[in-house]
């Protein structure tokens, strides 16, 4: 999502942000996640370039590193305003991944 607005890579993780999300349903919880970064986002002035999270028996905890928005530096294409449930999937990829999508309004 990140992506969307700035270059990830121009993104300092100097800066952690712990959010906490429960919902047994993952294609709910996913949406919930990606709104409580949206959030994080616009309340804190914040781009975040890392992830890392936790989900056991529908609680997700997570870390989230990033550093204070700097418009001349990331220089931000568009805002993301929220994840919706167009196109939502989430589904176990093989033994070792899960593929996660949905449509941001933006």
């Known amino acids: 999502m990140t992506a969307i607005?700035?270059?990830p890579g121009d993104i300092e993780p100097d800066t952690m942000i712990e959010v906490s999300r429960f919902e047994m349903d993952p294609e709910?919880?996913?949406?919930?996640?990606?709104?409580a970064i949206v959030y994080e986002m616009s309340t804190r002035h914040m781009f975040f370039c890392r992830y890392e999270l936790r989900i056991e028996e529908g609680r997700l905890e997570a870390q989230l590193f990033g550093?204070?928005?700097?418009?001349?530096?990331?220089?931000?294409v568009v805002e993301v305003k929220g994840a919706?449930?167009?196109?939502?999937?989430v589904v176990k990829n093989g033994d070792d991944g899960w593929l996660?999508?949905?449509v941001v309004d933006v």
């Open 5 to 7: 607005i700035t270059d």
């Open 100 to 102: 996660a999508q949905c």
């Open 67 to 76: 550093e204070i928005i700097d418009r001349e530096r990331h220089q931000p």
């Open 84 to 89: 919706t449930y167009t196109e939502l999937r």
């Open 28 to 35: 709910l919880l996913f949406v919930d996640w990606l709104n």
